[in-house]
């Protein structure tokens, strides 16, 4: 079976990030809808999505250190990906996602770097499985293959989704052997971290490793290709 949610009491950075809002279809402490009814122009799976109520919000605000914060995220990253894999069977499971909302200010460190570390190595972790994440920044725009631009989020957010095997290695160019195990990917229940602690020390150590071979980077920034949750 599938790894039960990390204990909170065995962390040292646990309250990094304050629950503002559960997991919910619509809500009310962040300003979504618009947002998300021009993004089904771009994603063909986000208006049935939206329409089944398979679309939800956990919305957190920072109000540790970056550290801890990012400890947090893949934490609740983690949280998200367990309860979705179970449910990625039933019906109407190819359509739920799961976006973690990040919400507050560390001053000189922007959601970007924060952000960063927790997606790549939850990505990893995943995708072997069929689980998806993307990325998308609070007031950033990104650009499809077609040069159309993508509406900014209004909020920086992590989307947790099924991965869709036959579209989404593409967006995983810069990571092949990733994009390999996606594109074959199958849930067959198993631990992600059978050889991992779940400490974030650890996880980071272990996500730093897998950069692609390339000029040196700063501790919490990295180039990768621009993943699009929901497409």
């Given amino acids: 079976m599938t790894l039960a949610p990390l204990d909170a009491a065995s962390r ?23 947002y998300t009814q021009r993004m089904t122009a771009f994603c063909p799976y986000l208006a049935p999505s939206l329409a089944q109520g ?11 250190s970056a550290n801890a914060v990012e400890a947090e ?5 983690v949280h998200a990906a367990e309860w979705l894999r179970p449910l990625v ?8 996602c799961e976006n973690v909302v990040i919400l507050g200010e560390i001053p000189g460190v922007p959601h970007r770097d924060l952000m960063m570390w927790p997606h790549w190595a939850l990505k990893h972790l995943y995708g072997p499985v069929g689980i998806m994440f993307g990325k998308f920044y609070a007031g950033e725009g990104e650009t499809t293959e077609a040069g159309t631009r993508i509406p900014a989020a209004p909020v920086s957010f992590l989307p947790v989704r099924a991965a869709v095997r036959r579209r989404d290695p ?8 990733l994009a390999a195990a996606l594109a074959t990917a ?5 631990d992600v971290f059978e050889h991992l602690s779940g400490d974030w020390t650890e996880i980071h150590a272990w996500a730093k490793h897998l950069l692609p071979a390339r000029p040196s980077a700063s501790s919490r920034t990295m180039s990768e290709s621009p993943s699009r949750p929901g497409s």
């Fill in 12 to 34: 040292p950075t646990a309250g990094a990030l304050r629950l503002v809002e559960a997991s919910t279809v619509n809500p009310r402490s962040i300003d979504i809808t618009g």
């Fill in 89 to 96: 069977r039933r019906p109407c499971g190819l359509l739920r």
């Fill in 170 to 177: 593409r967006f995983l160019e810069a990571t092949p052997s």
């Fill in 73 to 77: 995220l893949f934490h609740a990253g």
């Fill in 54 to 64: 398979c679309t939800t919000w956990t919305v957190y605000r920072a109000v540790g």
């Fill in 186 to 190: 199958e849930d067959d229940g198993r």
